[in-house]
């Protein structure tokens, strides 16, 4: 419920498809009884101007209905895809925000697949919703009132079905939610395997570890397939079991209808509306059983999406911030102690220097020491137990990320390349860079 609000920009659309949805049932519930009338009057007395009159009046009425739903289809299609794009719009920008708190708390490969697979299984719950969620249950209701008013006698069989038929739907979804939850997680840990590999590709030739990669892969993607089956059967069988019920109740009813007919009771045009109205309440819970389907797997999407959303972040701007004067270039640290979530002793203590302006400090440690993260803390990727670190006198706590990392120049551990051109990487930090300060900064580099 929390993401409807992003349906917002599409409330006319949406409104103008559940109103053609609702014209498409009004006309397939319409049409059962003008066949009645073409029977019982036309057929029976033989008034072919009558059977002219109601058959112009049937195509009319499907011809209607027909183009309601292919409307109703097309509007809720272009209302899905823009909530999914929005959506998917406001996820980047709040990932985006993310501190490496939590991007570490979430993980890369479950992060790429909340945003691509999650969003699309509510984009498709959404758009099977606005034209079934409206559409089924007016017709099975319309179509149990018009059973009745036609055949009370023989309506009364779906008073003994319908609890039948909720019962199988309601242990369906009481066992498939939690697989369908369980499938999103291992599908995070099958991205994850096939990430590390990708990206590791060369640590893993070099150290021979082809085999133990691939045996990884295949167990996790056989947990993932067999979660994947045994949900899928579940779900899979509550359509056959009520298209079972449904049908049986159909065959049911055409007996004591026969029965009824030689008795006089009711005629082949009341009989032959009644079936197609029962044929409308099976379609119904047809569809209200696919619509249970695909719901429980959306729903754990949104539960998946809504985390993120409502995810705090941990490294904010401060209110009032400070700012520095001047170029300056002093980078200090007072007795900085930090340690990473859930490890049992800190990766820095009581540390203090200061690395001043036209001086070169280096930090020597041998792997693990604590380099980098000395290096990330000065831009403020994590924030210190305790202690300060100051830029130009100012401590980087109360200054804006933006200006903060503005100050300074960083070159990753690891290269990393982003789509597009050399030149467009080189000036990724720097957009107005020219060709002097392109040149003036690989000479740097490689001194």
Do not use: C
């Not at 009711?266 to 009989?271: A, E, F, K, R, S």
């Amino acid at each position: 419920m929390k993401l409807f609000r992003y349906l917002k920009p599409f409330r006319l659309s949406i409104s103008a498809a559940l109103v053609l949805v609702m014209i498409r049932a009004l006309a397939d519930l319409y049409l059962p009884t003008l066949s009645a009338d073409m029977v019982n009057v036309g057929i029976v007395n033989g008034d072919i101007q009558y059977i002219w009159h109601v058959g112009i009046r049937m195509m009319v009425f499907a011809a209607a209905g027909t183009s309601a739903f292919i409307f109703s289809g097309y509007l809720s299609s272009r209302a899905a895809a823009g909530f999914a794009r929005l959506l998917r719009e406001q996820v980047f920008s709040r990932v985006e925000s993310f501190s490496l708190y939590e991007f570490n708390r979430f993980g890369t490969a479950s992060l790429i697949n909340r945003t691509t697979n999650d969003i699309t299984h509510l984009q498709n719950v959404l758009i099977f919703g606005m034209r079934m969620m409206v559409m089924a249950p007016m017709l099975s209701i319309g179509s149990l009132f018009l059973a009745f008013s036609k055949e009370p006698v023989l309506a009364r069989a779906f008073l003994a079905v319908i609890p039948v038929l909720f019962a199988i739907i309601s242990i369906t979804i009481r066992k498939g939610v939690p697989l369908f939850q369980a499938m999103q997680v291992k599908l995070d840990d099958l991205n994850r395997i096939v990430r590390e590999r990708l990206t590791g590709i060369r640590v893993i030739r070099a150290f021979n570890r082809d085999d133990y990669e691939k045996q990884r892969f295949q167990d996790t993607n056989s947990d993932y397939t067999a979660t994947a089956v045994r949900v899928n059967r579940i779900m899979g069988a509550m359509m056959p079991l009520m298209t079972l019920v449904m049908n049986l109740t159909i065959v049911g009813i055409v007996w004591f209808a026969g029965i009824r007919i030689d008795l006089g009771f009711t005629n082949v045009g009341n009989l032959m509306a009644f079936i197609q109205y029962a044929m409308h309440i099976m379609f119904s819970f047809v569809a209200i059983s696919r619509i249970f389907v695909v719901i429980p797997r959306a729903t754990a999407s949104a539960a998946r999406i809504n985390e993120i959303l409502d995810t705090a972040v941990e490294i904010r701007d401060p209110e009032k911030a400070k700012k520095t004067e001047g170029k300056g270039g002093s980078v200090e640290f007072r007795e900085v102690t930090f340690s990473y979530p859930g490890a049992e002793r800190p990766t820095l203590s009581n540390i203090s220097f200061i690395a001043r302006p036209g001086k070169v400090t280096g930090i020597i440690g041998s792997t693990g020491s604590g380099k980098s993260t000395l290096a990330g803390l000065i831009l403020r990727f994590y924030d210190v137990d305790s202690g300060s670190i100051l830029v130009d006198g100012v401590d980087v706590r109360e200054m804006t990320q933006e200006s903060l990392r503005s100050k300074i120049g960083f070159v990753p551990q690891n290269a990393v390349l982003f789509s597009g051109s050399v030149l467009e990487n080189i000036r990724f930090g720097r957009e107005d860079a020219d060709e002097k300060d392109i040149m003036r900064a690989a000479e740097t580099a490689q001194a």
